[in-house]
């Protein structure tokens, strides 16, 4: 009985050493750069200079190009992938270095040609007001280069 009791306690002591082992190589990393809100371009050279690599998991709209979507989500990949060592021994490690991304190409707020976010939103209001104030600067700096001496 004793010898039962001995292999039932270092059974139970090899299973946890495992699941102990492989918990922190399944734990999500810590040095996901935070990119929503970011534009594609923007957020894949974040997500590259921190050793990672951006996949794009999700795309809403089609009237922007990528580098000019906007990341509405992102996401460390918890996955396992295959290894294709030996075929009667399949083996498979933890991805640790992919950002998942969700991406709104629609814009960032409704027109009557583009969809967006509504101007009745928060969002749609601060954005378009934001595009607003971005024209006029642009206006109000191609009217000085174009009257140089007044």
Do not use: H, W
């Not at 991304?101 to 969002?123: F, M, R």
């Amino acid at each position: 009985m004793n010898k039962v009791t001995a292999f039932g306690a270092s059974a139970a002591g090899i299973a946890f050493a495992m699941v102990g082992a492989a918990s922190p190589a399944m734990a999500a990393p810590s040095g996901v750069p935070d990119v929503v809100g970011d534009t594609y371009a923007d957020a894949s050279s974040a997500i590259t200079e921190a050793d990672m690599t951006p996949v794009v998991g999700v795309v809403i709209g089609d009237k922007l190009p990528r580098d000019e979507c906007i990341v509405t989500n992102a996401q460390p990949v918890s996955a396992l992938r295959p290894i294709a060592l030996e075929e009667a021994f399949p083996q498979y490690f933890p991805v640790e270095d992919e950002v998942v991304l969700t991406l709104n190409c629609n814009g960032d707020y409704a027109t009557a040609t583009n969809p967006g976010a509504s101007v009745a939103s928060p969002a749609g209001r601060e954005a378009r007001e934001a595009a607003e104030q971005a024209a006029s600067a642009e206006e109000q700096e191609l009217a000085e280069a174009a009257t140089p001496g007044e």
